[in-house]
């Protein structure tokens, strides 16, 4: 059986559900929350190392103001609320991307993270304001700047996922099959699952037959 050692998440379809369900995208978006919780458990009862939760991409900024203001005050209330949480189930929170937020909300993901950074039980990448093609042309930027020779080692070495194992594994929900600018470096051996669920509907159970399906693939990366 295949090990399983990192797991990425395109969680689509909040917004969507929420139009359906509550006549509100972000309706959904707060629903979204409670599978992100269900999610991270499952994970940690797995023994699951990495999980990295595309949560906004550099173009999601196209988004209704309004829309943008909940979302960021929702991450706010969930880290006031649930940080310490976190931390005594021993995870460690990452973020991947930008920070280029309100003040308020810098110094509470820069809080997070260095409460957090000791712990060894799983570790949540959060991408946030993140964009891979961004990424990449950063990484290039740094190895001309610093005269590095251009490799694969250290393309890796100026990524924001430095140190960070590609995901073995790639799940979007919400019945979309694209990978919308994620992880396009990173993903180029990972399995990947899409989901037909919007993602408040995606369950333990719908992760644990994923996480069946994956384990079971024959893995060649480029070898018979």
Same mark, same amino acid.
């Given at each position: 059986?295949?090990?399983?050692?990192?797991?990425?998440?395109?969680?689509?379809?909040?917004?969507?559900?929420?139009?359906?369900?509550?006549?509100?995208?972000?309706?959904?978006?707060? #629903?979204?929350?409670? $599978?992100?919780?269900? *999610? *991270?458990?499952? &994970? *940690?009862?797995?023994?699951?190392?990495?999980?990295? @939760?595309?949560?906004? &991409? $550099?173009?999601?900024?196209?988004?209704?103001?309004?829309?943008?203001?909940?979302?960021? +005050?929702?991450?706010?209330?969930?880290?006031?609320?649930?940080?310490?949480?976190?931390?005594?189930?021993?995870?460690?929170?990452?973020?991947?991307?930008?920070?280029?937020?309100?003040?308020?909300?810098? +110094?509470?993901?820069? @809080?997070?993270?260095?409460?957090?950074?000791?712990?060894?039980?799983? +570790?949540?990448?959060?991408?946030?304001?993140?964009?891979? /093609?961004?990424? @990449?042309?950063? #990484?290039?930027? /740094?190895?001309?700047?610093?005269?590095?020779?251009?490799s694969e080692k250290n393309i890796n070495k100026?990524?924001?996922?430095?140190?960070?194992?590609?995901?073995?594994?790639?799940?979007?929900?919400?019945?979309?099959?694209?990978?919308? %600018?994620?992880?396009?470096?990173?993903? #180029?051996? &990972?399995?990947?699952?899409?989901?037909?669920?919007?993602?408040?509907?995606?369950?333990? /159970?719908?992760?644990?037959? *994923? @996480?069946?399906?994956? /384990?079971?693939?024959?893995?060649?990366?480029? %070898?018979?």
């Amino acid at each position: 059986m295949n090990p399983l050692n990192h797991v990425a998440i395109i969680m689509d379809g909040n917004g969507r559900w929420g139009i359906k369900n509550k006549n509100s995208r972000n309706a959904g978006h707060k #629903a979204g929350l409670k $599978t992100v919780e269900k *999610i *991270i458990n499952h &994970s *940690i009862k797995n023994k699951i190392k990495f999980l990295t @939760l595309y949560a906004f &991409s $550099t173009e999601n900024w196209k988004r209704p103001k309004k829309e943008i203001t909940f979302l960021f +005050q929702l991450l706010e209330t969930f880290l006031l609320k649930r940080l310490e949480n976190l931390n005594n189930q021993d995870i460690k929170l990452k973020i991947i991307g930008i920070k280029k937020f309100s003040k308020k909300l810098n +110094q509470l993901l820069t @809080l997070a993270e260095k409460k957090t950074s000791n712990n060894k039980s799983l +570790q949540i990448n959060l991408a946030l304001n993140y964009g891979s /093609k961004y990424e @990449l042309v950063d #990484a290039f930027k /740094k190895l001309r700047k610093n005269k590095d020779k251009i490799s694969e080692k250290n393309i890796n070495k100026y990524l924001q996922t430095k140190d960070i194992p590609d995901p073995d594994l790639l799940i979007r929900t919400g019945n979309t099959k694209r990978l919308s %600018n994620f992880l396009l470096w990173q993903l #180029a051996y &990972s399995e990947i699952f899409f989901e037909k669920k919007l993602w408040p509907d995606f369950n333990e /159970k719908d992760f644990n037959k *994923i @996480l069946k399906k994956y /384990k079971l693939i024959k893995r060649n990366f480029g %070898n018979i």
